[in-house]
């Protein structure tokens, strides 16, 4: 019996170290691939941000543009504030991990968005309650269908994993090599059609980082769309708790 | 040559043979009738079901013609618009009755309910009889709530009550219903929770500058933190602050147990629609459907909305969803043109219940000068009032596709007129199988009381036949012989006429007074394909639905009594004497 000592351990090195080694791809690509799609995912990605964006709305002829300060802590707590136009000042929207409240000023209201809302628009835009509380982590749900790279740009294929709980069905993204920043996001369906774009652009450096400081998603098929400009942008502040509560929503 | 010397022989032998077996003529005469008397209420009702069919669809909300903005049918945008003038030229035009300005919107309404209770603390929740639910001992802010109370409020696991006033920070702000635990009889709410929450909830705190109050800008103000550009930081290493309650010090902790005030939020996302008063009761028939309270007045003064509530109705299942009665305040907020939502107070001045549950629980009515009011929904073009929808009741309902084309004719090419036939084409179809039905029916029943009268009628012909045989023996023609019959058939016809009009309108007049109670039998309403029909069905009286069984009855009749009377003609009296001795 004793010779099971010397086997089991050679079992656990096939069990764990073997597919640790074929592991080193990531779906159909390199293992470098993911480095440059996590980097590129997490751009703005920091322990806690705080900063203040321009979100501007085009939908078929009328326009809003809409000013905000925004406060965020890891993936999970969320907290936006608007502070113009007159008319929405104060109002605020909370998300914490999947829940998502607003306060709306001139009411004095906080109004939890409860499940068969999450799916319209906020404040008028082309992104979702729900885009909003769903954080996907391209390296943990998606994996690589295919990658080219010419001399600027790498090329990536995204297709989710099967039990990841994801929207698309697809995702390519383009990313400039020098800098691993993303240059657009093509958003495809189930069936492999184009459901939105998001291109990225003004790359500058904010608080030590360089970002694109211009984000625009568009739906495909019609001539609309959502942009998020960043005024102002400060990494890894330490930003109260309290900013992340309802008591904070009210402030 | 009898004809030439007394016209009326020829009707008094026909009376005479009618009566020479009385009782079978009046069984058939009362064959005839009856069948009469059937088919006027049955028509009666009939058509009184298609009119509660399309009154049902047109009064409800529909209206007997729509105009719209030629994309909005579809894509319901909310810049798809037409111009509120319109109103007074469409009211112009021929057959129409009315018309009704709509403007809709989306949005969400909510209300909060304030629940006081006793708060008393624990530590922990093992002794408790939870009925329901679980304490989950991770939350902080778990309690558990007294089983008379979570009735009262509909409170259940899982559902959240925000403290009001919000307490000082490190307290919980909002409780998370873990259990339901059986009360003894309470006559106040009790609530259960952690010993040092509570504690937290009613500590006092010594006036802390709060760096929240100033409107500056916070985000300059805040410190970088230590590791700051640590980009490889998972989920798990953010703190949750929040729970790890460090600076206690200023903090005085207060008794574990007392009252506070809990406010329970619900919401719900609702279609919004705002309408002319005075001119939707003209068209629709919501105003029926109140159930308490009132439908909306006409008042709007123009400074007030933003101080004093504007009124709402909202149907009756919204009302139990949001816990709310006449006369409560509701929040709404609604996507306003400008795309983003804004919101606004309203006061409940009426709780309607039509049947449909996608009225009932997803629509609400607002007058609709808050759709134009800018600081709502702020529907306007260029300053000029705009909507997105008229609906146009007519007198009649059978004009609909006329007046459609005649409106059709005069409008802008990017607006388009419907008929409700054209919005619900499943609705118009079946009204339309209906009166099909009713034309089956009415066939049928007379058909059954014509083989009666021609059974009686061929009787009557071959008991007869001998006599028959003396009359064209005495040189009477075929033609005087088939005659004879036919006018016996016309007697007969006449007086099933005179009787079964009168039962039958007898019965009608009932049915249309009265009408059919299906209550019993739908207790909860009679809902089809998204329209609502009255439970009681009632008749209703049309001259065609009197004339068409008259004229269908002589028509069988004759028809029937045709080849009784050939027979009768072709009778050979010396054939007739030898069988019939």
């Given amino acids: 019996m004793f010779k099971l000592k010397y086997v089991y351990p050679i079992i656990f ?156 069905g697809k995702i390519v993204m383009k990313i400039r090599k020098q800098d691993n920043i993303p240059v657009s996001s093509k958003y495809y369906s189930e069936k492999n059609k184009l459901e939105r774009t998001m291109k990225f652009s003004d790359i500058r450096e904010i608080d030590g980082r360089k970002i694109p400081a211009k984000m625009r998603l568009s739906p495909a098929g019609k001539n609309e769309y959502t942009e998020i400009y960043y005024k102002k942008i400060r990494f890894n502040v330490s930003i109260p708790g309290r900013y992340f509560t309802i008591r904070g929503l009210k402030r | 040559m009898l004809f030439r010397g007394n016209k009326l022989l020829i009707f008094k032998m026909a009376w005479r043979n009618l009566w020479r077996h009385k009782r079978r003529t009046v069984i058939t005469l009362f064959a005839m009738a009856v069948g009469l008397a059937f088919s006027i209420p049955t028509i009666g009702l009939m058509e009184g079901m298609s009119k509660q069919m399309v009154d049902g669809i047109t009064k409800m909300h529909l209206g007997d013609l729509q105009i719209h903005q030629k994309d909005y049918p579809e894509e319901k945008g909310i810049r798809q618009v037409l111009p509120y003038k ?84 490190e307290a919980c702000e909002k409780i998370t219903i873990g259990g339901i635990f059986k009360g003894r009889n309470l006559d106040y709410s009790l609530i259960f929770m952690l010993k040092k929450q509570v504690k937290l909830i009613f500590a006092s705190k010594d006036e802390v500058d709060d760096p929240l109050a100033e409107e ?124 983003y939502p804004l919101d606004r107070l309203f006061k409940i001045k009426g709780i309607f219940k039509t049947g449909l549950d996608r009225l009932d629980r997803n629509v609400v009515y607002i007058h609709i000068e808050n759709g134009w009011d800018t600081q709502f929904i702020g529907l306007r073009n260029k300053k000029k009032k705009v ?78 036949i001998k006599e028959f045989g003396v009359l064209k023996s005495i040189g009477m023609k075929p033609f005087f012989v088939a005659t004879l ?53 009632k008749a209703i009286f049309t001259w065609s639905g009197l004339f068409i069984p008259i004229y269908m009855l002589i028509f069988v009749s004759l028809v029937v009594a045709l080849w009784p009377a050939l027979r009768a003609a072709r009778v050979k009296p010396v054939e007739a004497f030898r069988k019939h001795k």
């Avoid at chain 1, 504030?81 to 409240?101: A, D, F």
């Avoid at chain 1, 982590?137 to 995204?158: A, E, G, I, P, R």
């Avoid at chain 2, 949001?322 to 509701?330: A, D, E, H, P």
């Avoid at chain 2, 036919?486 to 049915?511: D, K, N």
Wanted: hydrophobic share 40%; glycine share 6%.
């Fill in chain 1, 13 to 168: 090195i096939f069990i764990y170290f073997v597919p640790q080694v074929e592991a080193k791809k990531w779906g159909k690509c390199s293992w470098n691939t993911k480095k440059i799609v996590d980097k590129a995912d997490r751009i703005m990605f920091a322990k806690t941000t705080a900063g203040k964006m321009v979100m501007k709305v085009k939908k078929s002829d009328y326009s809003s543009t809409i000013k905000m300060k925004f406060y965020s802590k890891g993936r999970d707590k969320m907290s936006v504030k608007i502070y113009s136009p007159s008319r929405l000042k104060g109002m605020s929207t909370l998300k914490v991990n999947n829940k998502v409240w607003y306060y709306m000023p001139r009411t004095d209201r906080i109004v939890k968005v409860n499940s068969s809302m999450m799916s319209s628009s906020w404040m008028g835009s082309h992104v979702t309650n729900d885009d909003l509380v769903k954080e996907t982590q391209l390296q943990k749900h998606y994996t690589c269908h295919s990658s080219k790279s010419d001399k600027t740009f790498h090329v990536v294929t995204l297709k989710p994993k099967p039990s990841a709980p994801v929207v698309w």
């Fill in chain 2, 86 to 169: 319109l109103i007074t030229e469409i009211d112009q035009y021929d057959g129409v009755k009315a018309v009704a300005p709509r403007i809709y919107s989306g949005g969400m309404i909510s209300a909060s309910k304030k629940i006081e209770s006793r708060i008393r603390g624990v530590d922990n929740f093992e002794k408790l009889k939870i009925i329901h639910g679980e304490m989950d001992r991770k939350n902080r802010c778990l309690v558990a709530v007294d089983e008379d109370t979570a009735i009262k409020y509909k409170l259940k696991p899982g559902n959240e009550l925000i403290l009001s006033p919000l307490p000082v920070e």
């Fill in chain 2, 216 to 339: 500056g800008d916070d985000i300059d103000n805040f410190k970088k933190l230590d590791d700051a550009g640590g980009e490889e930081i998972g989920n798990s290493s953010v703190e949750d602050s929040d729970s790890k309650p460090k600076d206690n010090s200023k903090l005085k902790l207060g008794p574990a147990q007392g009252k506070y005030t809990f406010v329970r939020n619900y919401s719900q996302p609702v279609g919004v629609s705002a309408v002319e008063p005075t001119r939707e009761i003209k068209v629709s028939n919501m105003y029926k459907s109140i159930i308490s309270g009132e439908y909306l007045s006409n008042q709007w003064s123009r400074n007030k909305p933003d101080r004093v509530e504007t009124e709402i109705i909202i149907g009756k299942k919204l009302a139990e969803l949001l816990n709310v009665k006449v006369g409560n305040i509701v929040g709404m907020d609604a996507v306003t043109m400008a795309n």
């Fill in chain 2, 387 to 464: 909507v997105h929808e008229l609906a146009v009741s007519l007198y009649n309902h059978g004009d609909n596709s006329k007046v459609a084309t005649d409106i059709r004719k005069e409008l802008d090419d990017n607006l388009i007129v419907r008929i409700w036939q054209n919005i619900e084409p499943a609705m118009a179809s079946i009204v339309a199988t209906s009166n099909v039905m009713t034309n089956l029916i009415l066939a049928i029943i007379l058909i059954i009381a014509g083989f009666g009268t021609m059974n009686t009628m061929l009787m009557s012909v071959m008991e007869r």
């Fill in chain 2, 485 to 537: 019959i036919l006018i016996e058939t016309v007697f007969l016809t006449l007086g099933a006429i005179f009787i079964g009009c009168s039962l039958g309108l007898f019965f009608q007049s009932w049915l249309i007074d009265k009408g059919i109670d299906l209550n019993a039998l739908l207790p909860n309403g009679f809902t089809f394909q998204g329209v609502v029909i009255d439970p009681v069905w």
